[in-house]
């Protein structure tokens, strides 16, 4: 059975990192959290002041972007890769409330996107990859054999993040969360470049009132029936 390159796209907080490391598991590809590597350039940029506290200096990011090294290194123990900047571990960091109100903006600078772009073409390359992120069918593989694009409702999404970022001890309100969900979309929806979009061949997913279990079981079955057309 040939490999082939499985792209997910979506809007946030749909689980789409989830579903992806679990599919890529399931079928022995290799999988990339885009999303991670957007988060890692965010906290590249909060870290340097570029960002955040009501300042924006996004040229100095953009004119840094070179000394910015990601790298994803695989856990054993967890059973899947942390993504690494400039050589530090940054996969709990890049997960916080802080990053998440700013990655959108950092995401839609089109030289970050042409930086990172670039990366995961390389890194999918040789098909066997399952990719996750906002426009992995429509620009990174829009030749990708399978392309799936996740929606669901914004109170099912805001409620999951919101229980996720509880369960990580982090001190948010229902209200913040529901409020940056809904900016994320619309920040990811209009920007110029790559836009969060739906490609014309891309099945179509809602999961607002599916269990981790039977996306997993639904997504798997679509996947192995497109692995056997090749």
Known sequence: ????????????????STLAKQLAHALGYAYV???????AVTLFAIRNGFIGDGSERLQALVQLLPKIRLKFAPNADLG???????????????R??????????????????????????????DKGI???GRDIGTT???????KIFMTASLQARATRRYKELLDKGEKVTYE????????????DTHREFSPLKKADDAIEFDNSDMGLQEQFERLESIARRYMEKI
């Open 1 to 16: 059975m040939r490999k082939i390159t499985i792209a997910i796209d979506g809007y946030s907080s749909t689980g789409k």
């Open 33 to 39: 959290d885009t999303g991670a590597m957007y988060r």
């Open 80 to 94: 899947f890769s942390e993504m690494y900047l400039n050589g530090e571990n940054v996969e709990e960091e890049i």
């Open 96 to 125: 916080q409330m802080e990053v998440s109100e700013h990655v959108s903006r950092i995401a839609e600078i089109e030289q970050v996107r042409y930086k990172l772009v670039d990366m995961q073409k390389t890194m999918g390359k």
């Open 130 to 132: 399952v990719m996750d």
């Open 140 to 146: 990174v593989f829009p030749d990708a054999e399978l």
């Open 176 to 187: 913040e969360v529901l409020e940056n969900v809904q900016k994320r979309d619309h920040i």
